[in-house]
């Protein structure tokens, strides 16, 4: 099967580099935190969970970049200051497929805006990427997989949570059979036990009522006093 991808798209140096900066300040809304993405298939059905943990590490893979001149959290700290440089950005892959990955990079990891987005279990066969779970629409998504082996180990250690290991610009229904809506998203700082507060709800107010409706397992991992996320000015 041929999967479709989005037409390349080229960028100047001073673009890319933009995009680069503005990627990392929305990525910086929960790099280093943990998210509980709480999802449904519509009304009436169950809601279900997944949790991940966004590493700053992650930021230059998913802009499809190596860098020869920094390390990968160091490039995503250049970036959210905006003292990135072109000489620090190669591609992991080739230049076409850099700018097609820093094209879509903003609107992909804008998870404030997760009314665009779905979420699903990649269950549709690929040649190149394998995932456990992917989040995104028709331009493309970021997959979550776990990929911290045990210690002297092939085996990955399950006690720690998923990560975003790849952003593709293949529309979510090519590789999610069930796309599934993103109804509430919370966040927690890792030394913090429970989620305490909302980085995302579909409609005001919506967790405060649902709050009971959610299944156990979900409402144990939230404090009861979980507080709408404040807005800091950037």
């Known amino acids: 099967m041929k999967y479709q991808t989005r037409k390349v798209k080229h960028l100047t140096d001073l673009q890319l580099l ?4 503005l990627g990392a300040k929305i ?3 929960y790099a280093e935190s943990a998210l509980l993405l709480i999802f449904s298939g519509g009304k009436n059905k169950p809601y ?25 959290a160091e490039f995503y700290q250049a970036c959210l200051e905006g003292k990135i440089k072109r000489e620090d950005c190669s591609p992991v892959h ?20 997760s009314k665009c987005y779905k979420i699903g279990e990649k269950d549709l066969v690929t040649k190149n990427n394998d995932f456990e779970m992917a989040i995104g629409n028709s331009s493309g998504v970021v997959g979550y997989d776990h990929r911290i ?24 229904t090519q590789l999610v059979s069930k796309p599934e809506k993103i109804i509430f998203i919370l966040q927690r700082n890792l030394d913090e036990e429970k989620y305490g507060k909302i980085f995302f709800e579909i409609k005001k107010d919506l967790l405060q009522e649902e ?23 950037s």
Do not use: C, W
Not at 94 to 112: A, F, G, H, P, R
Not at 211 to 227: D, K
């Open 18 to 21: 933009a995009q680069l900066h």
């Open 27 to 29: 990525y910086s809304k």
């Open 48 to 72: 279900e969970a997944y949790e991940v943990f966004a590493h700053k590490y992650n930021f230059m893979h998913l802009a499809g970049v190596k860098s020869q001149t920094l390390g990968a």
């Open 94 to 113: 080739s230049v076409s497929n850099m700018y097609s990955k820093v094209s879509v990079l903003n609107q992909l990891l804008d998870l404030k805006n």
């Open 149 to 172: 082996s045990l210690k002297g180990t092939n085996i990955v250690d399950k006690t720690k949570l998923p990560m975003p290991t790849t952003l593709i610009t293949t529309p979510i």
């Open 211 to 233: 709050y009971y409706l959610l299944p156990e397992q979900i409402r144990q991992h939230i404090n009861p006093l979980v507080q709408l996320e404040k807005e800091v000015p």
